[in-house]
């Protein structure tokens, strides 16, 4: 029944390692972003994909990308971590540009 | 750049009290949004306000959007404790679907 799933809920991992997080949406939506939330609990978007297409390309270390290998689904791999990559990231999804609905967050933890 | 700015940002009060929340914008935009954050927890839609002069109620919150004046109230009446959690106010571009994120107010109502 879940509306926006992430998957892990929980990342703990090295400095320097490489991970994913996953994302999905049953709500039939068209569009999906990735939001960073720093530990000021300020939100900011960093990705938006329509359609598998990417139309919101933030200024983030070109480490981070994104993948949507259909809209429904949108993943976020990040290479070479660094300790300032902790943060909760929100997956969200919206038709066009209605409102937007949020994933439960992963909370990734950089040692 | 749009820019969004929520004062205050903590907000400690009484339950009984009635206080207000307000989400400044830079920028043209008629379509705002207002967001419950619960610690730990993701991001619960709580107001679409699409118009100018918009006015939404539920229970003891209610919402306004002044798009003239950019800027968009939340008025708390007569606080619960339930009421304790962080709020965000977001404003969408004209064009396109882009989120930005007010800093958030952290309210805290004591018995």
């Known amino acids: 029944d879940t509306a926006v799933s992430q998957t892990p809920k929980y990342l703990v991992t090295q400095m320097g390692n490489d991970k994913s997080i996953k994302c999905e949406q049953n709500?039939?939506?068209?569009?999906m972003y990735w939001y960073k939330q720093d530990s000021k609990k300020f939100l900011k978007i960093m990705f938006s994909y329509n359609n598998k297409e990417l139309i919101i390309n933030e200024t983030v270390p070109n480490r981070f990308s994104p993948k949507s290998p259909d809209k429904a689904h949108l993943n976020l791999h990040i290479n070479s971590l660094e300790l300032g990559d902790s943060a909760v990231y929100f997956c969200?999804?919206?038709?066009?540009?209605?409102?937007?609905?949020f994933g439960p967050g992963t909370r990734l933890t950089v040692l | 750049e749009l820019k969004v700015e929520q004062n205050p940002l903590f907000l400690s009060m009484q339950e009984g009290k009635n206080y207000t929340i307000y989400c400044n914008y830079s920028?043209?935009?008629?379509?705002l949004y207002w967001y419950r954050q619960d610690p730990g927890k993701s991001l619960e839609s709580l107001f679409v306000?699409?118009?100018?002069?918009a006015v939404k109620q539920e229970g003891r919150l209610m919402a306004s959007l002044d798009t003239k004046a950019r800027l968009s109230t939340l008025h708390i009446t007569a606080a619960v404790h339930d009421l304790s959690a962080t709020y965000f106010c977001?404003?969408?571009?004209?064009?396109?679907?882009?989120?930005?994120f007010g800093e958030g107010t952290q309210l805290t109502v004591n018995p």
């Open positions: 306000l699409l118009s100018n002069g």
């Open positions: 969200a999804s919206s038709q066009l540009a209605g409102e937007q609905f």
């Open positions: 709500l039939g939506h068209d569009t």
């Open positions: 920028t043209t935009s008629d379509r």
């Open positions: 977001a404003v969408q571009e004209t064009s396109g679907s882009r989120l930005t």
